[in-house]
């Protein structure tokens, strides 16, 4: 059952999932988030919520799963379209060989991330 009918505006992708998907409003559709449009958003945007807000990952684009945020990870994101793997960053490859051994060749277009990852 679809949720609440909310405003055209507030629709950005026109699906019955569109009003769960936050998005910073000077930010186009469909972009990745950087983090200093999360720190914007957090600061700005979504600072009047309670802190008792849960906050819950979407499994994918189309709002198919949901789980609650668990945890994070500074890792490295080498992206092939909109997917992608994600690796340990330089500095931990560098302090453990066990790493190293498991990651042997890192691509070359694997930026530093911030990795938000799912309760379930």
């Known amino acids: 059952m679809p949720g609440p009918s909310i405003p055209p505006r507030s629709h950005p992708y026109g ?45 994918d684009a189309e709002g198919n799963s949901f789980s609650p945020f668990s945890t994070y990870a500074h890792a490295r994101y080498a992206p092939d379209e909109l997917r992608g793997e994600v690796y340990p960053l330089e500095s931990e490859l560098a302090r453990d060989a066990g790493l190293r051994s498991l990651y042997g060749q890192i691509p070359k277009n694997a930026v530093a991330a911030l990795v938000l990852y799912p309760l379930g």
């Open 15 to 59: 699906d019955r999932h569109a009003q769960l998907r936050p998005r910073a409003r000077s930010e186009p559709a469909r972009q990745p988030l950087t983090l200093a449009v999360l720190r914007r958003l957090v600061g700005n945007d979504w600072s009047r919520l309670p802190g008792s807000t849960l906050v819950v990952l979407s499994g």
